[in-house]
């Protein structure tokens, strides 16, 4: 009994996989090269002027430090300054959002004069900055 094929017989069928395999790896490659390049679609655009935006940020910061120093947008400021600079932001903006950021060992009785304060000027858009869970 013979259990390898002859090797002077001809094959009866070819073995397409070897092909398969080949022509899903060019498709692959296609897929990946047809959805890279395309961006969008091609439009011409109308021009802007060179000019800045005379829009600035509106959104406030308020940073209060371990040791109790304010801060509004990175510039220290006391209290008083803190309370001038807010009236006269709401006077140009009058519903603009505010965020406070607290340091976690900054005494909570800085925080609510803050708080307080955004509360007497009628500033309802308050946020307190947090960070998630885990992060040092």
Same mark, same amino acid.
């Given at each position: 009994?013979?259990?390898?094929? %002859?090797?002077?017989?001809?094959?009866? %069928?070819?073995?397409?996989?070897?092909?398969?395999?080949?022509?899903?790896?060019?498709?692959?490659?296609?897929?990946?090269?047809t959805?890279?390049?395309?961006?969008g679609?091609?439009?011409?655009?109308? +021009?802007?002027?060179?000019?800045?935006?005379?829009?600035?940020?509106?959104?406030?910061?308020?940073?209060?430090?371990? %040791? *109790?120093?304010?801060?509004?947008?990175?510039v220290?400021?006391?209290?008083? !300054?803190? /309370?001038?600079?807010?009236?006269?932001? !709401?006077?140009?903006t009058?519903?603009?959002?505010?965020?406070?950021? *607290?340091?976690g +060992?900054?005494?909570?009785?800085?925080?609510?004069?803050?708080? %307080?304060?955004?509360?007497?000027?009628?500033?309802? /858009?308050? *946020?307190?900055?947090?960070?998630?869970? *885990?992060?040092?």
């Open positions: 009994m013979q259990l390898q094929p %002859d090797a002077n017989k001809p094959y009866d %069928d070819i073995n397409i996989t070897p092909m398969l395999d080949l022509a899903y790896v060019l498709l692959i490659i296609f897929i990946i090269m959805t890279a390049a395309v961006q679609m091609k439009v011409n655009l109308p +021009q802007a002027s060179a000019q800045q935006s005379l829009a600035k940020p509106m959104t406030k910061a308020i940073t209060i430090t371990s %040791d *109790g120093r304010l801060f509004l947008d990175t220290p400021v006391s209290m008083a !300054e803190l /309370q001038s600079r807010l009236m006269a932001a !709401e006077a140009q009058p519903d603009f959002p505010v965020v406070v950021s *607290g340091d +060992q900054a005494q909570y009785q800085a925080v609510m004069n803050v708080l %307080d304060l955004l509360g007497r000027l009628n500033i309802t /858009q308050v *946020g307190l900055a947090t960070k998630p869970a *885990g992060q040092s």
